[in-house]
């Protein structure tokens, strides 16, 4: 009786073993999502050549497709750090009277590289159920473009990367779902919010903009 129990005992303590070694580690992923991505004013450019009652629509903000490459470490089943970079376009489209009579259609789009820094929480057992994640962000602003279509001049583009600062900081919230169906692959669905407290318009220092975005992120991961 006494082998047997501490047998028993001898096999608990090694899957207790286990499981705090299956519990923690690295891993990479990779996720895809799609995100809303507004700027907080409408004007930075049009102090250029114009002034803000030139508008004549209202500004769309972008949607754009967000692909994330992602790596990071698990301290346990509940609490992991993630890093990684990804890319997304920011921006603006509206309809504009610059001088006179000429109508044009204008399309800015901003690209940029996303590299976070987050702290994940996970609620639940084994890896599986909700979680929640937050960190500081920066985009690295890769370039400015300015789409413009008229009956006038027809459609040229126009090189506005010098009206943006190159680098700009913010912070990341996310909520979702991650389920954990064995010890190696890991599955996530969630939102992810995007939100820049770095004024990014070096055109009018006066007019702040800002960067954020809203979107849902699909991912799935390797641990190791």
């Known amino acids: 009786m006494r082998k047997f129990i501490h047998a028993l005992v001898l096999t608990v303590f090694l899957m207790l ?3 705090l070694t299956k519990a923690y580690g690295p891993f ?4 895809i999502g799609i995100n809303n991505v507004s700027l907080s004013k409408i004007d930075p450019l049009w ?7 030139d508008k004549i629509s209202s500004s769309v903000s972008k949607y754009t497709f967000m692909p994330f490459l992602y790596g990071g470490y698990a301290f346990s089943n509940k609490l992991s750090l993630v890093t990684g970079f990804g890319s997304f376009n920011a921006g603006q489209h509206y309809t504009d009277s610059l001088i006179g009579q000429r109508v044009e259609d204008v399309n ?4 940029n590289v996303y590299i976070p820094m987050l702290l994940r929480y996970t609620a639940g057992h084994g890896g599986s159920g909700f979680y929640f994640e937050v960190g500081p962000h920066v985009n690295l602003m890769q370039s400015a473009v300015m789409n413009n ?5 027809g459609a040229y583009k126009t090189d506005v990367t010098s009206y943006f600062t190159k680098k700009d900081y913010g912070f990341t919230l996310g909520l979702g779902i991650h389920f954990q169906p ?4 890991g599955l996530q669905f969630g939102f992810r919010g995007i939100y820049g407290y770095q004024n990014i318009n070096l055109l ?8 954020s975005a809203l979107g849902l992120q699909i991912g799935a991961e390797y641990r190791f």
Do not use: E, Y
């Not at 102090?47 to 009652?53: H, I, Q, R």
């Open 17 to 19: 073993c286990t499981n």
């Open 204 to 211: 009018s220092p006066n007019t702040i903009v800002k960067t």
């Open 28 to 31: 990479v992923g990779v996720s």
């Open 182 to 185: 064995n010890d190696h692959l």
């Open 108 to 111: 800015l789009t901003i690209k």
């Open 149 to 153: 279509s008229s009956d006038l001049l």
């Open 47 to 53: 102090l250029k050549g114009g002034s803000v009652s």
